[in-house]
């Protein structure tokens, strides 16, 4: 194997790569990705209520509501368009406050109030938006609350849902770099017949795979970073995040590179990539929804990787902790490389065949 | 211009002969198919709408009611109650722990000090309320009632009452699911399409009596029935047929027409597979964004509502969860018919100028 060849090859498919709409794919999908699953999935799994408020008096108890944590709570100047949007689904509750509500309740008279919820909004939303009103109709009445009430938080921090989708987005940043940028660069190469064009050059298929797997593997490691980058998730140990990137980006690389070796075509690629995906993605579950058994994750490659870098993110952990699995990640990783090079032996052959 | 029925349907058997004779692609299909009928059985087909926390009054009788939303479990002790909070046994996520004699110095006008336990994790919004839940249950033993019942009386409820009864995850994703299969299939259509340009195949069925207008009838007609029934027998197997089945199935039909119509674009702008994939991506992403828009609660934007599937994903979703009928959802259908129209009509006039180009 010549490394001059394959720094050659690497050159050509580093200079021909941006222009591959594939490439820009891996490098636009972790941050469209972070911004559904952050935005559209957070928001979908812990909703917060939504109080809609008109404030015809300028009432204290609007100003303590925009106060409160765990309360969307929207001011708005018309009460027909409020009644609108409660009834829409699109508030759990609206509050009409009117003029002289304040002066109303401290001075002892029941006061005017109206609370309206939407048919749509959950039982739960509406007593905890009803007793939280009530609360603050409280607070304006200016005495001392009845009662001191001291909080005590229980049991074991669990990572919040926002670290729980993060392996997800590595996932598919480093599956879409890493394997599937090099395998569909085999197949165009093969489609083509550019690939039989460098195989008559002084270059062999392992010279090749090795600077396509070099690609991939570079690839994986930037969009890897890109992920965690921009969402803010380092972890508490530098070594642990690059090294399990690094694992992730040469099993992603091997599995495509047997994959691009394989497939006859671009459709026969992207159908495996669609049937096996699932093999590569499934370890996210666990990490998901975490009482489920790990063994089951246990059972897929990819966990060894993204195990390290979860625990990485949401616990203080460095590389004695998690030196198990990324060994065992390696042990996948070397028991991958012959099935590589078996699978270019095979193109090879091929290739010889139909040229 | 004269459409010949029966060449039609050759270049239309001969589509299919390709798509069936590979039995990868066949496996595949239907094992995707069974793959998201079996994800949607396994969506939670119920909406938990009570928050369950526990009580414990030290030396005392205190009975707090349940209510609508609220569930309500009295401990023993505070060792159980914070045994509870902390497991999450009974679903219970925080705890009221008052201490003894609380109730006669509330009604002596003294502080009472109440501890509250949280397990972590639990939302703000419900931390804050059990705070005042407590305040509230002193206030009322001190003689001080609250200013108005916020709880029944004094509550307007706005529209239907869906109290119990609301549309659970499982349903909301119907829209969504039928939404990606029309998706994956037009990518298969694009590519189908992307082929035929690239090895020149369509220029050979062009040397045969068939015209490019029966090629591309040929082509619509194969993408939109096999997009449609895919689609309609994903509706069926996750019974979204039960109510309304034939304007559920004329929703589907419109989708598929405007699936084809982007899967032809698609096919026509991609020189190979890699660029199909890419210019389906880009327009059909857009398409699925009315889908995830009927997975959260309230009207969709009005970008949203402007987007060519928000007919398609609210008309399903009215029709299987909210009982509409034909009549109600008809503006709708209007809509995406009339962006079927836009779509179908754009990517049969650029795939008809690649082929003439050829």
């Keep these: 194997m010549s490394f001059t060849r394959i720094r050659t090859i690497l050159g050509r498919e580093l200079r021909m790569g941006p222009r591959s709409p594939l490439v820009l794919y891996a490098f636009v999908l972790p941050v469209v990705m972070t911004l559904l699953i952050r935005g559209v999935f957070g928001g979908l799994f812990a909703p917060e209520p939504r109080l809609g408020i008109v404030d015809e008096g300028g009432s204290q108890v609007t100003q303590r509501a925009q106060e409160l944590d765990g309360i969307a709570v929207t001011v708005m100047d018309d009460v027909d368009a409020m009644l609108d949007r409660v009834e829409g689904n699109d508030l759990d509750a609206g509050l009409v406050l009117p003029a002289g509500f304040d002066a109303t309740v401290m001075s002892g008279t029941p006061a005017d109030l109206g609370f309206y919820v939407g048919g749509e909004s959950l039982e739960s939303n509406r007593i905890l938006l009803a007793v939280t009103t009530l609360d603050l109709v409280r607070g304006v009445e200016g005495t001392a609350p009845p009662a001191e009430v001291e909080i005590v938080q229980l049991g074991e921090d669990t990572p919040d849902l926002t670290a729980r989708l993060l392996p997800l987005i590595v996932m598919y940043a480093v599956a879409i770099a890493g394997a599937f940028v090099p395998a569909a660069g085999m197949v165009d190469e093969k489609v083509h017949r550019t690939l039989s064009a460098v195989l008559v050059s002084p270059a062999k298929m392992n010279e090749v795979l090795a600077a396509k797997g070099l690609l991939g593997v570079i690839l994986a490691l930037a969009t890897g970073l890109v992920t965690l980058a921009i969402n803010d998730a380092w972890g508490s140990s530098i070594a642990v995040t690059v090294l399990s990137l690094l694992l992730a980006g040469v099993m992603m690389v091997e599995i495509g590179l047997v994959l691009g070796a394989w497939a006859r075509d671009a459709n026969t690629l992207f159908t495996a990539f669609k049937a096996g995906g699932i093999l590569i993605f499934f370890p996210v579950i666990i990490f998901l929804f975490p009482s489920l058994p790990e063994w089951i994750a246990r059972l897929g490659p990819s966990f060894y990787f993204l195990d390290p870098i979860f625990q990485a993110v949401t616990t203080e952990v460095g590389l004695a902790d998690v030196w198990v699995e990324l060994v065992i990640g390696l042990a996948i990783v070397a028991a991958l490389a012959p099935i590589v090079v078996m699978m270019g032996r095979n193109l090879e052959g091929r290739l010889a065949r139909t040229t | ?358």
């Design chain 2, 1 to 358: 211009m004269t459409l010949r029925r029966h060449t039609i349907g050759a270049i239309i058997a001969k589509d299919a002969r390709l798509f069936t004779r590979d039995r990868f692609f066949v496996l595949i299909t239907l094992l995707g198919l069974a793959f998201y009928v079996v994800i949607f059985w396994f969506l939670p087909d119920t909406v938990d709408e009570t928050v369950a926390i526990g009580v414990h009054a030290e030396g005392s009788s205190l009975h707090m009611a349940a209510g609508p939303g609220l569930q309500v479990t009295t401990f023993e002790s505070t060792e159980a109650l914070r045994s509870a909070v902390e497991e999450g046994s009974e679903g219970v996520v925080a705890g009221l722990d008052f201490p003894q004699g609380f109730a006669e110095a509330a009604r002596n006008g003294e502080a009472v000090r109440i501890t509250q336990y949280v397990r972590t994790g639990t939302p703000d919004e419900v931390t804050t309320a059990l705070g005042s839940l407590a305040s509230e249950v002193v206030a009322s033993l001190a003689g001080d009632p609250p200013p108005f019942d916020l709880v029944s009386a004094d509550v307007v409820v706005l529209g239907e009452d869906r109290a119990g009864s609301q549309v659970s995850l499982q349903e909301r994703m119907r829209p969504l699911l039928a939404v990606f299969i029309l998706v994956v299939e037009a990518l298969a259509l694009a590519s189908l399409v992307s082929t035929e340009i690239e090895q020149r195949t369509v220029t050979a069925v062009l040397v045969t009596p068939a015209t490019a207008t029966e090629f591309l009838a040929a082509k619509s007609l194969f993408g939109t029935g096999l997009a449609f029934a895919e689609t309609a027998l994903l509706l069926l197997l996750i019974g979204a047929l039960a109510t309304a089945p034939l304007t559920m199935l004329l929703t589907v039909m419109l989708g598929a027409v405007l699936v084809t119509g982007v899967a032809l674009l698609a096919g026509s702008l991609g020189k190979d597979f890699i660029g199909v994939v890419f210019w389906s991506i880009l327009f059909m992403v857009p398409l699925m964004v009315p889908g995830f828009a009927a997975l959260f609660p309230g009207s969709a934007a009005t970008w949203v509502k402007a987007m060519p599937s928000y007919g398609l994903a609210r008309s399903m979703i009215d029709l299987s969860s909210y009982g509409a009928g034909f009549a109600d959802v008809a503006p709708l259908l209007l809509g995406l018919a009339a962006w079927c129209a836009v779509l179908f009509t754009a990517g049969v006039v650029i795939l008809r100028r690649k082929v003439h180009a050829l």
